[in-house]
């Protein structure tokens, strides 16, 4: 891509832009194939492998995605180094007990991809991600508690039930996980919770610190601009007071 | 009304305050027919027809006020495009599973009127907008969720109960919605209590600051007049040094 | 007391001062025949006697105290105004249903003398008023659930752990209250509880704003005090230039 | 240490930094007997004893300490006064019902040396401490509740998984504690959840207030520096047009 006598940075970027796109697709389709078994457990057993099948394949090209972005990085430690934590998400999710990894390897992705609409408003990317975050909760603990003897959250509807009254904090204790993997999954959601809380909070007291501060017609203070302009009125009544060889020497 | 050479936006105004009143009346009696057969299940048959015909006379007036707005209105795609969401509040409501958005209608039209007392403290408004969320809901709860086998909110007091535990983020679990349409309540709810939770905790946080500076006394910083003010003056004590011809032609 | 031509005012301020003593152990007194009965039901007749007896004579003597206090305003009609609060207070916990007032009356009037230290740190006195919140709660709670037949709040060791647990909104659910009166109780604590985080949000927030502006470094904005001085500068170059009869007369 | 003719003080702030890595050594060996009989509750006599023994031995060991450092002091009734927490929280643990006290002894110990890594950023320090409560709190409340009859925190995986749960203020009521020692570590956990969430909010206002501020693009206040060099340029200005003796005696 990009041929010529581009410089490998060029060249890592041109990678990167041509294969968002490819990119994006795959991880919807990741993200699907994760999601189809866990919602239909009666899936067949030929689908099953084909979802599977999908999901190696899918994440081998990931891998090969980076490598391409390793060799065409011209500081390859630097990259490295840099992409520590895209490097063990892409490790990890394979090991069975860790697929719940696999929505974090969607959510990298997307969010590559996603630059350009992150820029717009703070308020409506705090939304997508609150309801991504409730939604892939509900995916990933219905898959670690299905299986429990004991378990309560066994239906995709009461797990979404469970993801909303545990984020809001609410808790009724109507459904819980009671596995390890589905506590852990009740961890994140729980500091996203509070984050999203203290977004709102936040977001709702700068609002009401502007508005209360805008009611009030407060003066307004001088700025720094303000007071450049009288110095320079200030420094012409002294170069007409004190002409200066240097400053005024056609005076 | 507003009778002679008026202009098509005149008269939509005229209209919108003329029908204020009215319309007004129509949202409470609308709430009424709402909410009488939630807390009196064993209505007569009579009476329980009356209300639904009397849900359907007001449903007709709000829109023959809308078309009639539409007619009034100058620029009517824009009017569509300002008015979309009300729209589709009207439209939904008749669709019984959906007949908690009627609430909503209730709601918006008695917004309409409160303009004026909504200018006043923004923490009266907030806690009567709060006490009408918990109420609503309540009934909206109750109305899901009687007709579930193994529902638990199945009188007015409880889910009103509900609704205040909810809100508050309390969630002791001594009652909670079990049906679709009941989990879609607790979920306005639960929003509706994180940003009672954000303004309430933003506004102390606001008052915080206003104390604590008011408190330590801090010096006053000098405003963009101040700064003017000095300006002028500087500007004066230049004009007296280098009289300029055009400034003072008559020196 | 003060005797002599003093005005009514003041013959006003000095009863406040001399009964403030006698009011505050008369509130003590009168929390103590509250709590008592609820915290041993197995009292005996006769102190439960005693404690009713005890209860119509503090009751009393409030009542006369601001029967004085209203006798000596000079504006009667607003002290009346000024003082519904006070009244409705007053009125109302004889009423047995709603002895829980009691508590609030026992609130106000130790708070007419703790003006004092309540001028202190703001930190303080938001956590004597938690830990007085979660307390009185714990009482009202007991009072309306332990005759309740469905109550699952009958000691004081759980009714106090179940305000701790409300007001804090974590609600685990072991314990609620099944009344009308204990859950109105529950709505008070839970709206201290809401307070109470958007008062602790709020300090930590006003904190970590200073702190995090000290740490930068931050330079300080000019004063209007600066600017004054600037202008008084400038004033007297003006007055060297341009001497004014009515101002340099001497010279 | 630091022999010849040094001060009291000197003496005892070289003891305290001689001191600090032997004393941290045994704050984690004192975490290590108290977890591990928690943890494990089928431990042999003889290593039970062992453990009981530790705690002595180190116990004795920081008494010894403060021994040393008070006779080190050189005004030590301020030394007790400002240790005065410190002699509480050394006596209090070997009671066996407040033995939950020796964690926070740890915590003291493990401060006083990790002053250097709490200089860096806040909110590392608030993770790292929220993450110890959630961990020791775990480790009080299965000591406090394994012993009750009624108990439902009988493992440490569910005693980690309820401080979790409660110090994000979720609190499902899965699982709660019933004695008056687990409600009491209880209590201390929800103080710190609520401290927690402030925290976070607080930080997250900041950044959005300081975030929006920025994005506005707001002119710049003016400072007392620029004000500063205004006023030197006026007064050389001044001393130009009116020489003054004292200050310009060479012209």
Chains 1, 2, 3, 4 share one sequence.
Not at 122 to 139: C, P
Not at 148 to 169: C, G, K, Q, Y
Request: proline share 4%; with cysteine; aromatic share 8%.
């Amino acid at each position: 891509m990009s041929g010529g006598p581009a410089t490998e940075t060029d060249r890592l970027k041109a990678w990167e832009r041509v294969s968002a796109a490819p990119l994006t697709v795959l991880s919807v389709l990741f993200l699907v194939v994760y999601a189809v078994p866990i919602l239909r457990p009666d899936l067949s057993p030929g689908l099953r492998d084909v979802c599977v099948a999908t999901t190696v394949v899918v994440w081998l090209l990931f891998w090969a995605d980076i490598i391409v972005r390793l060799r065409l990085a011209t500081d390859r430690r630097r990259f490295l180094r840099e992409h520590l934590f895209d490097l063990v998400v892409l490790t990890l999710p394979m090991l069975r007990p860790l697929r719940a990894v696999r929505l974090v390897m969607v959510v990298l992705t997307i969010n590559r991809r996603t630059e350009l609409w992150a820029r717009g408003r703070l308020a409506v990317y705090v939304a997508a991600t609150t309801a991504l975050l409730v939604l892939f909760s509900a995916l990933a603990v219905l898959d670690a508690e299905r299986l429990a003897s004991d378990a309560n959250i066994t239906s995709f509807d009461d797990a979404l039930w469970w993801s909303t009254v545990t984020i809001t904090t609410v808790g009724y204790g109507d459904y819980y996980p009671v596995t390890a993997m589905g506590r852990f999954v009740a961890l994140g959601l729980m500091i996203g919770g509070i984050g999203l809380i203290g977004f709102v909070t936040g977001s709702l007291a700068t609002w009401i610190v502007e508005r209360v501060s805008a009611a009030a017609d407060r003066p307004v203070a001088a700025t720094g601009d303000d007071v450049a302009a009288l110095r320079a009125e200030i420094a012409a009544l002294r170069r007409r007071l004190d002409p200066d060889p240097a400053d005024q020497s056609a005076g």
